[in-house]
């Protein structure tokens, strides 16, 4: 049973942090590229940031860029998401997702595996 478990939202007020993580089991996801997306009330699912099956390679939506930072610990089978100068346009529910194929690059468009979410909510 393949399994991603968010942790680590909560409410911030602007320009504070917080450090979302995301468990998997079931499966090592070493091989596969993973990400995060959000979705806020009534608007669609965002992509958020990915990083390759190997760590190698970044990506981050334009809004977040420089902001929040993506990483993995596949010996922990852990992805992570450091968010820093929280804006109250981040406020939404927090997905972890990981790929359909090994050693894919990113995640945005072959996201299979989802997580239930964490919600982070920014106050301004």
């Known amino acids: 049973q393949v399994q991603l478990v968010e942790s680590g939202g909560g409410l911030v007020q602007a320009g504070g942090s917080l450090r979302l993580s995301c468990a998997a089991s079931?499966?090592?996801?070493?091989?596969?590229?993973m990400g995060w997306f959000r979705q806020a009330p009534g608007k669609e699912r965002e992509y958020v940031a990915g990083?390759?099956?190997?760590?190698?390679?970044?990506y981050y939506a334009d809004s977040v860029r420089g902001r929040f930072t993506i990483s993995r610990d596949n010996a922990k089978n852990t992805l992570c998401l450091q968010m820093n100068s929280l804006k109250p346009e981040d406020t939404a529910v927090y997905y972890c997702?990981?790929?359909?194929?090994?050693?894919?690059?990113?995640?945005?468009?072959?996201?299979?595996?989802w997580g239930q979410g964490t919600q982070v909510t920014v106050s301004s």
């Open positions: 990083i390759s099956w190997a760590g190698s390679t970044t």
């Open positions: 997702a990981a790929d359909s194929e090994k050693f894919g690059r990113d995640v945005r468009r072959t996201a299979v595996y």
């Open positions: 079931g499966r090592t996801f070493s091989n596969y590229a």
